[in-house]
């Protein structure tokens, strides 16, 4: 039984059909990336699993059962959802003995749970002070609280620093890999996820467009082999020979299709042609993920209902090969 699983779920509001037969599973000791554009339909399905809405058809179902039907749920499963709110006056530590004493859990839970998130520091200070990153952490340490081993987190990279995030990366991977947690967490900001997850669901206008391990994701983008040199286009005829599809963009450059880096290098070696670059071209998930959604690729981000895309991560990664 899947820790977590999606089955068919379909939920519209009036005419909206926010989620349209989604299917998916979370193991025990993965995690997986709930990807799309703003208004795909992922909150409302991270919603379903937690009981806050009620599908129209099919199921959501936390270790095989409804929400609603968990003895201890804060044991069981714990979450973030978007726009957590804290009662602004009350410091950390009391916001989460109250939530202690309502799930009958000890005190000790409370401050333990500031610890693993890095608030041990700020457990006796007043939620109003907070920046968004730190209410994104005590949310996480509100998830935290039951010890559970499945966690459904909603954009929990929203307001976080760099740093922040790369904490978070690192944290959602020890809940994985050393505590064996089910980590379902959505974000429509690749960069975020992609370093993070063993498996990706995309979603778009409700629908499941796409899902797979990241590597399946990634490999399947394979945009070909970029070779330069002063005299490379001496190459081309041997690798055409071979099977291969040639181009050349630009003086000095060849785009390999439909033949391996160390074709390529072989060639160039029995031409004796000198070589000043030669990368495979692959998509990163990005890529593939605004190609799967219907965005031009190689469009910048947009604003508002677009995909949200990190400065620091290019449209395109160039690898010189091996596999990610
Ligand atoms: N309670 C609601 N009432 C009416 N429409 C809703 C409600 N909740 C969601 N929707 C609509 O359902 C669609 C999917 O929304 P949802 O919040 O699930 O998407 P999302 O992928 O989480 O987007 P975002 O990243 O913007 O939160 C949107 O068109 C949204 O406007």
């Excluded at 922040?164 to 429509?188: E, K, N, P, T, Y």
């Amino acid at each position: 039984m899947a820790a977590i699983e999606i089955r068919n779920l379909t939920k519209s509001f009036g005419a909206v059909r926010a989620v349209n037969d989604v299917s998916f599973t979370v193991a025990a000791g993965t995690v997986t990336g709930y990807l799309g554009p703003n208004g795909a339909g992922k909150t409302t399905t991270l919603r379903s699993l937690l009981g806050l809405v009620t599908p129209d058809s099919g199921q959501a179902l936390v270790n095989g059962r409804r929400y609603a039907d968990l003895v201890a749920p804060l044991t069981e499963v714990g979450a973030v959802l978007e726009a957590t709110s804290f009662h602004p006056g009350r410091t950390a530590r009391n916001h989460l003995r109250v939530l202690c004493t309502a799930a009958g859990l000890p005190d000790v839970r409370a401050d333990e749970s500031l610890d693993q998130v890095g608030l041990a520091g700020d457990a006796g200070k007043r939620v109003a002070g907070f920046s968004l990153g730190m209410r994104q952490r005590l949310a996480l340490a509100t998830a935290l609280i039951g010890k559970p081993k499945i966690l459904i987190l909603d954009e929990p990279a929203n307001g976080l620093d760099p740093a922040g995030i790369q904490w978070l990366r690192g944290f959602l991977r020890f809940l994985a890999d050393d505590q064996g947690c089910a980590v379902l967490v959505s974000s429509h900001v690749l960069a975020e996820v992609e370093q993070t997850v063993d498996n990706v669901v995309i979603i778009a206008q409700g629908r499941m467009i796409r899902q797979g391990t990241l590597a399946e994701l990634t490999s399947d983008g394979d945009r070909g082999v970029r070779v330069a040199g002063a005299e490379v286009q001496r190459l081309r005829a041997r690798l055409e020979a071979a099977g291969a599809t040639v181009e050349s963009p630009e003086s000095g450059v060849l785009l390999v299709h439909g033949a391996p880096p160390e074709t390529v290098g072989q060639a160039a070696l029995d031409e004796g042609v000198v070589l000043s670059e030669l990368v495979r071209r692959r998509s990163d998930l990005e890529r593939v993920f605004l190609e799967l959604t219907g965005e031009p690729a190689d469009a910048p981000p947009e604003g508002g209902g677009g995909v949200a895309t990190a400065e620091a991560v290019p449209a395109v990664t160039e690898t010189s090969g091996g596999a990610r």
